[in-house]
């Protein structure tokens, strides 16, 4: 997968490239005083992501539910902390 990144000052200013990009699959990383500050994806793209975020925390939640040990280690993972 190609990943671009640009400041926020050209992203500004290329703004309507970098939303078709996104839209054909391209993400773009968006710095901000030389620090990565935000990414602008497509939203299928995103919304498949939380999807499966969502999962791996529910399945967690099960597996605690149904008495199986889950590390911490394993939870911190999971909720990307």
Known sequence: MTIQTMKSN???KAWGQL???ALK???TIIQRYSRNAAILVNYDE???MKEIEA???N???REMREGN???GEEIDRVLGT
Request: proline share 5%.
């Open 10 to 12: 050209q992203a500004h």
């Open 25 to 27: 699959g391209i993400p």
């Open 46 to 48: 995103w919304k498949r």
């Open 55 to 57: 999962d791996r925390i």
């Open 59 to 61: 399945t967690t939640i």
């Open 19 to 21: 939303l078709e990009n």
């Open 69 to 71: 040990y889950v590390s």
